[in-house]
């Protein structure tokens, strides 16, 4: 399976900005959709966007929708969560995961189609 690591988590204030990454251990990366879920204290788990194999197609869920925005580098293997403006409550930790995509276009948005998942990072937004 392929690993994932996420950087670029930490404090800012309400309105400011971060980008999350993450950073694929393989080349065949350009086969697995990626997708960005966060974890609140004491919530369940919730996805936040995702994007193709191909990195033509990209879904986001009601609660981001117009402020996160996800990209992908093949060269780099390495897919991008942009979030702008940050609230409050999109304080979480967030993960990335992989799922092998047998459709270049197909953009994943359930918790169980994710086979692998990283080890997360520490997003807080004050307010």
């Known amino acids: 399976q392929v690993q994932l690591e996420e950087s670029g988590g930490g404090l800012v204030q309400a309105g400011g900005s971060l980008r999350l990454s993450c950073a694929a251990s393989?080349?065949?990366?350009?086969?697995?959709?990626i997708g960005w879920f966060r974890q609140a204290p004491g919530k369940e788990r919730e996805f936040v966007g995702a994007i193709s194999r191909n990195g033509g197609n990209t879904y986001s869920a009601d609660s981001v929708k117009g402020r996160f925005t996800i990209s992908r580098d093949t060269a780099k293997n390495t897919v991008y969560l942009q979030m702008n403006p940050l609230k409050p409550e999109d304080t979480a930790v967030y993960y990335c995961a992989a799922h092998a995509a047998s459709l270049a276009w197909l953009v994943p948005t359930n918790l169980a189609d994710f086979g692998s998942w990283g080890q997360g990072t520490q997003v807080t937004v004050s307010s």
């Open positions: 393989e080349r065949t990366f350009d086969l697995y959709a």
